[in-house]
């Protein structure tokens, strides 16, 4: 069974920064495109953040985080990343790291992220 793990969420002030990071324990990692979803609280409907080709080579942006997320990978240690710049509380979020589509049978716990002052 594939397993992924987020971890690096944490509580930060607006205008501040935060790396999530995303471990995946499956050898054919490479083969797949990847995501970052986040899902806001109030029983929000989760949604697709930053997408990443297989390679790396290409990478998608919500608007909503356009210019301020930045997504990686690094195939050869089966792990993605997220850097988030200039948080605003409405990225507060409980954030997961899965294949772009997502697997049903592959998400994690999700790391928490909250921006407030």
């Known amino acids: 069974q594939v397993q992924r793990v987020e971890s690096g969420g944490g509580l930060v002030e607006p205008g501040g920064s935060l790396r999530l990071s995303c471990a995946a324990s499956e050898r054919t990692f490479s083969n797949y495109a990847m995501g970052w979803y986040r899902q806001a609280p109030g029983g929000k409907q989760r949604e697709l953040v930053a997408?990443?080709?297989?390679?790396?080579?290409?990478?998608s942006y919500a608007s909503s985080v356009k210019g301020r997320f930045t997504i990686s990978r690094d195939n050869a240690a089966n792990t993605m990343y997220l850097q988030m710049d200039s948080l605003k509380p409405e990225d507060t979020a409980v954030y997961y790291c899965n294949s772009n589509p997502p697997s049903d049978a592959s998400w994690g716990q999700g790391t928490q992220v909250t921006v407030s002052p």
């Open positions: 997408g990443i080709s297989r390679s790396g080579g290409g990478t």
